[in-house]
């Protein structure tokens, strides 16, 4: 087995009422197979940890690219914010 691309995207669990689009800048909501509920996050805002989920791929000898999905409009600067949360 090989790991041909990685694909990282962040998510925040949440409990209680649904989020609403204007808090989140979306409206989709995420149900894992355990039940918990997640909602999209701007890289490096949510739950996961970025910089683990690297370090554990790297561990088990990837080498390759990688694809960060961000969240916000383009143009709104979420970019550069995230390269300075991650470097």
Known sequence: DRILHAHIKD???FEGADPVASESGTKE?????????FIDREMGCG?????AVVCALSDVGYGGMYSL?????SGDGEGERVLKRLC
Do not use: P, T, W
């Not at 909501?29 to 509920?37: A, F, L, N, P």
């Not at 739950?47 to 910089?51: L, R, S, T, V």
């Open 11 to 13: 998510y925040a669990k």
């Open 29 to 37: 909501i995420y149900v894992s197979e355990g039940g918990y509920r």
């Open 47 to 51: 739950d996961i940890d970025i910089g």
């Open 69 to 73: 999905e961000l969240e916000a409009a």
